[in-house]
């Protein structure tokens, strides 16, 4: 079974610009879940989505934003890019209910100039 | 405010012997917890899992162990082997709320 797909891997943007990262789930799973890895805060939890429905949001700012489509597919999208948006996005799935195990993709690192 | 601490940075042992990673959490909440192995430029690798209904579980050469009352729990790993060098996290999930808080992760080095 394939594993959790994320495109594209890489991607510069300048300040001020918007970006759309894409996220494919491992084929069955209908929970999709957003993170973002930075060198000082770690692995920090942006979103979680489940039948196109965001159940769950961290503690990030409304230009975060993201949705999830009728085939579990989902996107993040940054608008107004900042200097510190620059980290390894993470996208992860999981089986629904049990067990809440989160399986991840290798993720899209954006550099943002 | 570090709901889930990784107080180790790093870890270094010798090959065949074994690699003990410890995490500890503060959120009584928190009833299901994962260890995830991470390489630079990769995303992290489900490795093992426990739910708060246990206090062991195992899965060939990794044994997680959790001790409630001290809201504590660690990675055994034996033997260990080169190929196990990466980072290690400890991530803890609570109630039907998937989402998965994870501590700052430990660099353990495994030297042949």
């Known amino acids: 079974k394939a594993g959790v797909t994320q495109t594209p891997r890489y991607l510069i943007k300048t300040r001020g610009q918007q970006v759309t990262l894409s996220c494919s789930p491992i084929?069955?799973?209908?929970?999709v879940s957003w993170y973002q890895q930075t060198p000082g805060q770690g692995l920090q939890f942006l979103f979680e989505?489940?039948?196109?429905?965001?159940?769950n949001k961290g503690n990030f700012p409304g230009r975060f934003s993201g949705r999830q489509f009728s085939n579990s597919r989902s996107e993040m999208n940054v608008s107004t890019l900042e200097l510190g948006d620059s980290a390894l996005y993470l996208c992860?799935?999981?089986?629904?209910?049990?067990?809440?195990?989160?399986?991840f993709g290798p993720g899209t690192r954006l550099l943002v100039l | 405010d570090q709901q889930v601490k990784q107080n180790s940075p790093s870890l270094s042992v010798q090959e065949g012997r074994i690699s003990i990673l410890n995490c500890d959490y503060t959120?009584?909440?928190?009833?299901?917890f994962l260890w995830y192995k991470k390489y630079p430029a990769e995303g992290p690798t489900f490795l093992i899992s426990?739910?708060?209904?246990?206090d062991k579980n195992e899965d060939g050469r990794f044994t997680v162990f959790l001790n409630k009352s001290a809201k504590h729990l660690s990675l055994h790993i034996v033997p260990s082997q080169p190929g196990d060098s990466a980072v290690y996290f400890c991530?803890?999930?609570?109630?039907?709320?998937?989402?998965?808080?994870f501590g700052k992760g430990t660099l353990l080095t495994v030297n042949p």
């Open positions: 992860a799935s999981s089986l629904e209910p049990e067990p809440p195990a989160q399986y």
């Open positions: 989505y489940f039948s196109e429905t965001q159940r």
């Open positions: 991530a803890a999930s609570g109630g039907s709320n998937y989402k998965l808080t």
């Open positions: 426990i739910s708060s209904i246990k």
């Open positions: 084929s069955g799973h209908r929970s």
């Open positions: 959120n009584s909440m928190f009833d299901y």
